[in-house]
């Protein structure tokens, strides 16, 4: 017997041959989808259903796949707007990042993993700021279980890089780390139908050591898992791991041998055509966060270029605190746009290779492109019901591809299922009692959190920012 079938919609399956059924159904067994085809068909096959949903015309495409977040950031959002990075780090997240308890991770998580469900994310890898305390993973894997999304947590870490700016108070010694690390991995690893991973984050080339990074990379392998790390985000990741390592940050991790289909390089904002070359010959995953990067003046990074040569690349929010957002649905907007202003060439990003990145690639990019990814019979039934008639700049739909990148909000996603398990449906999250009482929860752990950490940027405390009156005539 089938436990759902969900009949009568757009189905985009994002499938190898990339088919897009008009009239099509999806057939669900517990966690995994049995058939994807056309509606009439599977109506007929299938008459002996648990649940049967009427899609009414719906659009079904394959869940979002995150590839790079700072849960926690979420409640930073707006403390850090229009400043250079120095001060973007020592206004609010450094004194935030170390004044973080259990509860702030906890609830910064809700609130970005619940806005990241409006969007359509299914998968979500998290990559936790170093720190030296356990129980803060403890918090954002909470909020993961509790939600019921896939959730990678990526298990931040550096014990060096004091010299160019890092806060000591969230250094751990390479002992420590190996000792948490282990911790996240034996508790939490593959657990809840396999639905959480851990991986390993180590913050940067530059803020870790050779001798813990091969570390990490050893615990990483050890346990079939994925190592991630952001590279060439800015000249400065570069230089400083030159004078740290002697070479340029992508060239230092290939040297050390950390190179492989499971590691995922963030931002690679920076990368020439050598290294481009590398990420082909070793097959290393991108994690493309354009928000992030326009909203610090990062650069571009060369995605066209880097899917010539045959380079997996996905699509991360980044953190809140960077972006402002956990809004996949705004972001595959900005993925298109940007390329196209920055090459010149309408042709360079199509709706179409957006939705890839949003789906099968960044699938890819975590290792799990058997699983999840696409709509196909074996994958896991992880979905997204989209309604165009929840907001009216959808509205007339032709091209659903077209209509979810360049004029869908956040309000069109009404249903997501991760699992099999519908986790938000008409709009309203399954797996938290109230939304309404969580985010009050999250407002009151953000405000709580700048008292702590001294963090006056906000409300009387944050003065007109008039810096743009460089670039007027007065
Ligand atoms: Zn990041």
Partial sequence: MISHLLKNGIIVTVNPDREVFFKGAIAIKDDKIVEVGPSEELEKKYTDCEKVTD??????????????????????????????????????TF???????????????????????????????????????????DGVIRAMRELGIRGIFGR????????????????QTREQIEKEVRYCFEKYHNCDNGRIKVWVAPAAMWSNTRENLQNLWKITNEYKSGFTVHISETEFDRDAAEDLHGKPDIDAMIDMGICGPNVLMVHCVHLTDEDIKK???????????????????????????????????????????????????????????????????????????????????????????????????????????FDPYECVKAVPLHNPCSTLVYSASLKNIT????????????????????????????????????????????????????????????
Avoid at 156 to 170: A, L, N, Q, R, W
Avoid at 314 to 327: F, I, P, Y
């Fill in 156 to 171: 931040g870490c550096m014990d060096t890089g004091e010299k160019y700016g890092v806060h000591p108070g969230i250094m």
């Fill in 95 to 137: 004194p935030a990042a170390t004044n973080l308890t259990q509860d702030d991770c906890y609830h910064g998580a809700m609130l970005g993993l619940m806005e990241g469900i409006h969007s359509g994310i299914t998968t979500n890898l998290d990559y936790m700021y170093p720190h030296p305390r356990t129980d803060l993973d």
């Fill in 415 to 474: 249903d997501v299922m991760v699992d099999g398990r519908e986790i938000m449906k008409d709009g309203v999250i399954l797996t938290v009692k109230d939304e309404k009482a969580e985010l009050k929860a999250a407002q009151k752990a953000a405000e709580d959190l700048c008292v702590r950490g001294h963090i006056t940027n906000r409300m009387e405390g944050h003065k007109w920012n008039d810096s743009y009156r460089k670039y007027e005539k007065r």
């Fill in 279 to 385: 990420c082909e010959k070793y097959d290393l995953k991108i994690s493309h966060n354009v928000c992030s990067n326009m909203y610090l003046s990062s650069g571009v990074c060369r995605i066209p270029d880097l899917l010539k040569a045959g380079v997996t690349c996905s699509l991360g929010v980044d953190g809140a605190a960077s972006n402002n957002a956990n809004d996949m649905v705004e972001l595959m907007k900005n993925t298109a746009l940007l390329q196209k202003v920055a090459t010149r060439d309408p042709l360079s990003m199509t709706a179409e290779k957006v939705v890839e990145m949003a789906t099968i690639d960044g699938a890819r990019a975590v290792g799990l492109e058997k699983e999840i990814g696409s709509l196909e019979a074996g994958k896991k039934a992880d979905l997204v019901v």
């Fill in 55 to 92: 899609l009414g015309g719906k659009v079904v495409f394959p869940g979002f796949v995150n590839t790079h977040n700072h849960l926690f950031q979420t409640l930073l959002r707006g403390l850090g707007d229009d400043m250079v990075l120095k001060d973007w780090l020592s206004t609010m």
